[in-house]
């Protein structure tokens, strides 16, 4: 292989390669030789380092763009590593095994030079709504991270993990811009270079008061006070509830990655979870402009998303509803909205069997659609 072959490889697949593998060593050992090459993007860098680990372990400095020539290695199988260094931190990373190295032989490997950086993905939100989940593809070569959040660009009082994973749940700080930033170490406890901080923002919709309460099967509609009801009387009238949330404050340019609907249940009446099918299950739907009696049995976008409680503590009951959020988002909807109700909704065993729920108007404990946003 020409040298101009190899400066083609190296400049169109990023690697640090090489030249000839010839018989041209007489002494019963080996030699490595190879072309420290980074091109693409990323920054220039000042310096690089080899490491060689097999039967002649072998650690050395390498100037980017030189060739460098390892001699004296005993025959056998290797680890070839590279580091690339700006400053301190290490730019780019490669590494390559089953480097066989054959007495009288030069041998010219080839190592995939990549950039050192963890490259995010999405941020989401757990299941209750109070973690951000941070996640990224694993970057070749790192043995560990760090990942910093916090909701000031300065990160002087973040909140820090150190993984060896590739994702972690941070807690939501405030309702506004989250700040996320995060740096990979090598094998060799060197540190790589920092992210730019990426920017995700967590929103706290409430519940529209005009639009939220409940409809009964015999034709009533209520918007009345601070709580709404789901589940039967015990005389044959049954209830649903409805919420509504409001999505116009999320800028039209932002992308949804996260939606988590929370309702407060406040109290039980009977045995509703033990005599009327289960959990209480929601539905997606489109009830707008206002809640009447024909909701009761409107027809959902898609009926039974998942479900909202299914024990009768006092306290948040969560759903994720991201897909339901983005689809509303995506057909130009201003708001999304949701009814509640038990998959059985009258045992018909003559007692009241119902869970009362907070409304917008009870201020500290609303139903709200938690989202975050990129």
Same mark, same amino acid.
């Given at each position: 292989?020409?040298?101009? #072959?190899?400066? =083609?490889?190296? @400049? $169109?697949? %990023?690697?640090? &390669?090489?030249?000839?593998?010839?018989?041209?060593? +007489?002494?019963?050992?080996?030699?490595?030789?190879?072309?420290?090459?980074?091109?693409?993007?990323?920054?220039?860098?000042?310096?690089?380092?080899?490491?060689?680990?097999?039967?002649?372990?072998?650690?050395?400095?390498?100037?980017?763009?030189?060739?460098?020539?390892?001699?004296?290695?005993?025959?056998?199988?290797?680890?070839?590593?590279?580091?690339?260094?700006?400053?301190?931190?290490?730019?780019?990373?490669?590494?390559?095994?089953?480097?066989?190295?054959?007495?009288?032989?030069?041998?010219?490997?080839?190592?995939?030079?990549?950039?050192?950086?963890?490259?995010?993905?999405? #941020?989401?939100? =757990?299941?209750? @709504? $109070?973690? %951000?989940?941070? &996640?990224?593809?694993?970057?070749?070569?790192?043995? +560990?991270?760090?990942?910093?959040?916090?909701?000031?660009?300065?990160?002087?009082?973040?909140?820090?993990?150190?993984?060896?994973?590739?994702?972690?749940?941070?807690?939501?700080?405030?309702?506004?811009?989250?700040?996320?930033?995060?740096?990979?170490?090598?094998?060799?406890?060197?540190?790589?270079?920092?992210?730019?901080?990426?920017?995700?923002?967590?929103?706290?919709?409430?519940?529209?008061?005009?639009?939220?309460?409940?409809?009964?099967?015999?034709?009533?509609?209520?918007?009345?006070?601070?709580?709404?009801?789901?589940?039967?009387?015990?005389?044959?009238?049954?209830?649903?509830?409805?919420? =509504?949330?409001?999505?116009?404050?999320?800028?039209? &340019?932002?992308?949804?990655?996260?939606?988590?609907?929370?309702?407060?249940?406040?109290?039980?009446?009977?045995?509703?979870?033990?005599?009327?099918?289960?959990?209480?299950?929601?539905?997606?739907?489109?009830?707008?402009?206002?809640?009447?009696?024909?909701?009761?049995?409107?027809?959902?976008?898609?009926?039974?998303?998942?479900?909202?409680?299914?024990?009768?503590?006092?306290?948040?009951?969560?759903?994720?509803?991201?897909?339901?959020?983005?689809?509303?988002?995506?057909?130009?909807?201003?708001?999304?909205?949701?009814?509640?109700?038990?998959?059985?909704?009258?045992?018909?065993?003559?007692?009241?069997?119902?869970?009362?729920?907070?409304?917008?108007?009870?201020?500290?404990?609303?139903?709200?659609?938690?989202?975050?946003?990129?």
């Amino acid at each position: 292989m020409t040298r101009a #072959v190899v400066a =083609s490889i190296a @400049a $169109a697949s %990023l690697l640090a &390669a090489c030249g000839d593998t010839t018989t041209e060593v +007489s002494d019963g050992r080996g030699r490595v030789v190879l072309e420290v090459v980074a091109t693409g993007s990323g920054r220039v860098l000042d310096s690089g380092r080899v490491h060689l680990e097999g039967p002649t372990p072998q650690e050395l400095s390498a100037t980017p763009g030189t060739t460098v020539t390892i001699e004296q290695l005993n025959p056998g199988s290797y680890t070839l590593t590279l580091e690339g260094f700006v400053g301190n931190e290490v730019e780019r990373f490669g590494r390559t095994t089953g480097v066989e190295v054959r007495a009288g032989q030069t041998t010219a490997p080839t190592v995939a030079f990549n950039l050192f950086q963890p490259v995010f993905d999405p #941020v989401t939100l =757990s299941d209750d @709504a $109070a973690n %951000l989940r941070v &996640a990224f593809p694993a970057v070749p070569g790192a043995d +560990s991270y760090r990942v910093e959040v916090d909701t000031t660009t300065a990160f002087a009082t973040a909140s820090a993990q150190v993984l060896t994973g590739t994702s972690a749940d941070f807690a939501v700080l405030r309702f506004g811009p989250h700040f996320i930033r995060a740096r990979a170490f090598d094998v060799y406890e060197e540190s790589g270079v920092l992210t730019p901080a990426k920017t995700a923002t967590v929103h706290r919709l409430l519940a529209f008061p005009d639009q939220d309460g409940w409809v009964e099967n015999d034709g009533g509609a209520f918007n009345l006070g601070a709580v709404t009801f789901v589940g039967d009387n015990g005389v044959g009238v049954v209830a649903r509830s409805f919420f =509504s949330f409001d999505l116009s404050t999320i800028a039209a &340019a932002e992308e949804v990655h996260g939606a988590v609907m929370r309702i407060f249940q406040i109290a039980i009446q009977g045995d509703p979870y033990g005599g009327l099918g289960g959990g209480i299950t929601v539905d997606h739907l489109d009830y707008s402009p206002a809640l009447d009696d024909t909701d009761y049995g409107l027809a959902p976008f898609t009926a039974d998303i998942g479900t909202i409680s299914s024990v009768s503590d006092t306290a948040y009951k969560s759903l994720p509803v991201t897909t339901q959020v983005q689809a509303d988002r995506t057909a130009g909807r201003s708001a999304s909205q949701f009814r509640i109700r038990f998959p059985v909704e009258d045992d018909a065993d003559g007692a009241a069997d119902f869970v009362v729920i907070y409304t917008a108007e009870k201020v500290d404990t609303v139903p709200e659609l938690v989202v975050v946003s990129e």
